[in-house]
């Protein structure tokens, strides 16, 4: 099942190149948090990124990408998927391993089922975080992608998980792919460690 493939291909062909993105004012809120050490392919770290979750918007998700975090699964998944002024893609755990053949990443999952859609009326905006899925809404599982930009053309189609508050100079700095295949990257940074954190009251 090839996620995020023909769909957001063309759709991105719309999307248009973000040079110059200013980071929106975001405030952290009750959390959880996900927090990921992003390396490249050396493994020599690049920075920590702080993404807010959402669970009163997206519970089932939210579940998913933390059970997957606290389980280890994230730690050494590759960014398989990063097309410049649209999105970075990860999550593959199945074929998105960094120490094993990449050449499949972003048509796997997980060995857990598939999630049912927990479509919402938030925005697709720089920094949203969004599950990655096939054409068919019930397929999300663990993959998920970070805006590089506003993407409003993704509003209401695909489910939103959370939002960047910290890192936005390490988001930027993910190895982008190469623009001819759909934005798939050869040599990609990864997420060295992904941990989840308690936001304090």
Known sequence: MHKLALI?????????????????AVEDGPGPNLVIEVADAEGNSKGTMVLDLFPEVAPNHVARLTELAESGAYDGVVFHRVIEGFMAQTGDVEHGRQDGDTAMAGMGGSDLPDLEAEFSDLPFERGTVGMARSANPNSANSQFFIDLAPA??????????G???????VLDSIKLGDPAANGAVSEPDYMLSVTVAETEE
């Open 8 to 24: 957001l291909a063309a759709l991105a062909l719309t999307a248009g190149v973000a040079l110059a993105q200013e980071n929106p």
């Open 163 to 169: 939002q960047l508050v910290e890192g936005w100079e």
């Open 152 to 161: 409003g053309f993704l509003d209401g189609q695909y489910t939103v998980v």
